[in-house]
């Protein structure tokens, strides 16, 4: 059901532009503290602003869960502590307020590569993220105008509109216009040549999609509904006879009055990178929940139509699981029907 030319010219270039962005971090100062951002609520968007008060503008914006070192603090003039943070992940630097930054006494043990398991791995190799929904800084949602479009208990239209796009298009088969979605427990078995690399990130999405969604999966099941094959691409038909070339990820799902029961996703191990591949996996594994077709419209979100590496969801897409798997959101449902029960819900 997927269909995205990969070409080796485009890969390369933005595989060079993704490290150098990756390689901007800067050395931090010896006494820099761990820490993680926390809220009351797991789907909170934290503001990372430009100075220590919610005057200054919202520059980058940060998860629950979030690992960040704290470089410096200052108290703000209305008697907030203030820390100068830098994201682990990706060096992304700002000021935090202290109520959503919790520290921690010391950094992450180091594990040993050859005795990692699932968890000990996504503990220690990644940065943990966590789901995100509607956008906010607690009790300064609208201290600043952080998000004006946004109803007081729903959706933007640019949500809603390119939930449309990507949840009700199909790129291969008949276009149904229908929303289509799991509804019973997801099992996983992974099939192949996984490096550890590959393990850790869907460790990582499967914990991803299971906060947003709140899907039950599992891993290494022994009765599988969705299977994951790490093969050469050369190698992809195989294993699924409705493989379009040049694909270097893959999947195929089925459903049952738009329920649906069974996928396959296919991630080449050749002629991509480990980042790469990272992405494959995401997109992939996403688009078979329901979301299953590709847009020009967002390149950092992992449904773009172009070729990118990005491995982390964007805030639009965190937001499209969340309102697809929505209980009001029915498979079989209409584009009218979803607009009723969304528009609804942000009344």
Do not use: C
């Amino acid at each position: 059901m997927k269909m995205k030319l990969k070409l080796p010219l485009d890969r390369i270039v933005l595989s060079v532009a993704t490290s150098a962005i990756l390689g901007l971090g800067k050395a931090l100062p010896t006494f820099a503290r761990p820490a993680f951002l926390t809220a009351r609520e797991s789907t909170s968007q934290i503001n990372v602003r430009s100075g220590p008060s919610t005057l200054h503008d919202a520059l980058h914006h940060g998860l629950v869960g979030d690992r960040v070192d704290i470089l410096r603090e200052i108290r703000g003039s209305n008697g907030y502590i203030w820390y100068y943070v830098q994201f682990q992940r990706n060096g992304v630097q700002g000021w935090i307020r202290e109520d959503l930054v919790q520290r921690v006494d010391t950094a992450p043990e180091t594990v040993s590569r050859d005795h990692l398991s699932f968890e000990m791995a996504a503990q220690s190799f990644l940065t943990p993220d966590s789901s995100e929904g509607l956008s906010d800084d607690l009790a300064e949602l609208a201290d600043a105008g952080d998000s004006p479009e946004i109803n007081s208990k729903g959706f933007t239209t640019e949500q809603i509109d390119y939930f449309f796009e990507v949840a009700l298009g199909i790129e291969f088969g008949a276009n149904t216009s229908r929303v289509r979605k799991w509804e019973g427990p997801i099992r996983i078995r992974v099939h192949g040549r996984p490096t550890d690399a590959d393990l850790i990130a869907l460790q990582r999405v499967t914990e991803d999609i299971e906060r947003l969604t709140r899907l039950d999966i599992r891993l290494n099941a022994s009765d599988p509904n969705l299977e994951i094959y790490f093969v050469p691409e050369s190698e992809f038909h195989r294993y699924e006879p409705n493989y379009r070339p040049l694909n270097y990820g893959f999947f195929w799902t089925w459903w049952n009055n738009y329920t649906i029961e069974q996928a396959r996703i296919l991630i080449s191990t050749v002629e991509v990178n480990q980042q790469e591949r990272s992405h494959l996996l995401r997109e992939e594994l996403t688009q078979s929940l329901g979301l299953m077709a590709d847009s020009n419209r967002y390149q950092d979100s992992i449904f773009y139509q172009g070729w990118t590496s990005t491995a982390e969801y964007s805030s639009l897409d965190r937001v499209l699981l969340q309102m697809l798997y929505l209980p009001r959101i029915r498979p079989g449902m209409t584009r009218a029907e979803v607009m009723a029960e969304l528009f609804e819900f942000s009344g």
